[in-house]
């Protein structure tokens, strides 16, 4: 009998600006009946160089707002935001939360061939290093139950941080003269480090992902976090029963804390076409 309760509730995604949109158009992928609640902190952004107690403080204030719009589950889609707040926010949160950090490294440790694998990101995720050791807990785990044992036993990660890709991807500027020269010099030690594995550890970076192979060359494998990351929502909603109603139309709902025209106006090719309507203006703390 309980196989057949459907729970309408939407999925809340948040990020610090339109970066999660990446991972929203990949969550609309996997999970086509789902709604979703989008809260994009584009007043705060970026979160890459804020410190650490101010990302916690902006995650939970985020968190109790989605679920105050009654969402099943909180996404996390932004890296700068797991890597700090992630416990905290599971903690508080009443709902399932979702991050982006561990599904991007479970990739990357299955998909590498020699055991060198890069994470590129912002300064702040950098420096947390707990996408090194996502990835360096996933390998330990994947050894154990004897997968990839060959290239993970002579597991090597190299991070390097890549502040311009943030403003470089917002402008537009996906495959430009000027994007190839900031690429070429920001990935030049994962070169030298031999990766064969490279995190996208932004959610920003999808869209350099034509300039990103062309530095790196075809044959390193790209992980894109956002793919991993619907994977584990849809997940979640099976084990937990928490299926919308195939029969139901979907809602798609966003809000962010700047102008809603301006979040509009950038949001299209983050979502991979089609620009979202009806953003309303709302900070963290609204009442809604």
């Known amino acids: ?97 979702i991050e982006v950090v561990t599904p991007g490294a479970y990739a990357a440790t299955r998909a590498t061939r020699n055991g060198n694998i890069g994470i590129i990101a912002t300064k702040a995720t950098v420096n947390s290093d707990l996408y090194r050791d996502a990835v360096e807990d996933e390998a330990k785990k994947d050894i154990e139950a004897g997968i990839n044992t060959d290239a993970l036993s002579h597991l090597h990660v190299a991070q390097a941080a890549c502040p311009l890709f943030v403003p470089l991807a917002e402008e537009g500027w996906w495959d430009t003269e000027v994007t190839r020269s900031v690429a070429t010099s920001y990935l030049a030690p994962l070169q030298a480090a031999h990766v064969d594995t490279l995190i996208l550890g932004c959610t920003h970076y999808p869209l350099l992902v034509p300039v990103i192979q062309k530095v790196m060359g075809d044959e390193v494998t790209l992980i894109n976090a956002g793919s991993s990351v619907a994977d584990k929502v849809l997940q979640g909603i099976q084990n937990g029963n928490m299926a919308a109603d195939p029969n139901t139309e979907p809602q798609y709902r966003f809000f962010t804390s700047d102008d809603p025209m301006m979040f509009e106006s950038v949001a299209e090719p983050f979502l991979g076409g089609g620009r979202p309507t009806g953003t309303i203006h709302a900070t963290a703390d609204s009442v809604l």
Request: include cysteine.
């Open 1 to 97: 009998m309980s196989d057949h309760v459907f729970d309408n509730r939407p999925i809340g995604v948040f990020d610090s600006g339109i970066g999660g949109l990446t991972v929203l158009k990949e969550i609309w992928k996997k999970c086509p009946e789902e709604s979703t609640i989008y809260f994009g902190d584009n007043a705060r952004a970026p979160y890459g160089s804020k410190s650490h107690d101010t990302i916690v403080d902006y995650s939970l204030e985020i968190m109790r707002f989605l679920v105050r719009q009654n969402v099943k589950m909180v996404v996390i889609a932004c890296n700068t935001a797991s890597a700090h707040a992630f416990s905290r926010v599971a903690a508080e949160s009443p709902v399932p939360v």
